[in-house]
T-cell receptor, first 115, second 115 residues
């Protein structure tokens, strides 16, 4: 079955540290890829997405993600985190097979940034 | 605030009760979604509607009955639920069904507890 794996369930960083959250998926075909973020007490919102073109995607708030097709990965990065980045981060994949428009989600990674 | 509202935000119900969850979007979108978010499980798509027509039913038990009277409103009618149905139910909307171009916007969710 198709799945999305987020390796780190809980991450704790100090402000100004660099961040990399892993995301791997199990599907060999073409995919659209997403990172969503949920800040405490807020709704899920799109951070960035990849569907074609440059595999290095830049999103809001200084986040970026790199699609490495050979590794089935779409890791999220930020060079210097802030306390306000404390949130839950979700990776999602849409395998583009036929008419499939369903997003398959990872379990999420909880990030806590200490001031 | 995403333009997607959900009521109630919290709901406690017994297994013999009948209740409904409501979702409203003010974004002029045509597609609406119900998701289930359970502890320690990935976000699961339940239903998708596009222009009021159901386009996806992800093998959801019949004790969950969706209704989409127009493109702005989506309901989830609940009856004879089980304790394992306790979860956060998220509504989302998007302009269309393409994951390449149509971002899904999420509501805050309804936290459901079945006793």
């Amino acid at each position: 079955a198709q799945s999305v794996s987020q390796h780190n369930h809980h991450v704790i960083l100090s402000e100004a540290a660099s961040l990399e959250l892993g995301c791997n998926y199990s599907y060999g075909g073409t995919v659209n890829l997403f990172w969503y973020v949920q800040y405490p007490g807020q709704h899920l919102q799109l951070l960035l997405k990849y569907f074609s073109g440059d595999p290095l995607v830049k999103g809001i708030k200084g986040f970026e993600a790199e699609f490495i097709k050979s590794k089935f990965s779409f890791n999220l990065r930020k060079p210097s985190v802030q306390w306000s980045d404390t949130a839950e981060y979700f990776c999602a994949v849409n395998p583009l097979a036929g008419n499939n428009r369903k997003l398959i989600w990872g379990l999420g990674t909880s990030l806590a940034v200490n001031p | 605030e995403t333009g997607v509202t959900q009521t109630p935000r919290h709901l406690v119900m017994g297994m013999t009760n009948k209740k409904s969850l409501k979702c409203e979007q003010h974004l002029g979108h045509n597609a609406m979604y119900w998701y289930k978010q359970s502890a320690k499980k990935p976000l699961e798509l339940m239903f998708v509607y596009n222009f009021k027509e159901q386009t996806e039913n992800n093998s959801v038990p019949s004790r969950f009955s969706p209704e989409c009277p127009n493109s702005s409103h989506l309901f989830l009618h609940l009856h004879t639920l089980q304790p394992e149905d306790s979860a956060l139910y998220l509504c989302a909307s998007s302009r269309g069904l393409s994951t390449s171009t149509d971002t899904q916007y999420f509501g805050p969710g309804t936290r459901l507890t079945v006793l």
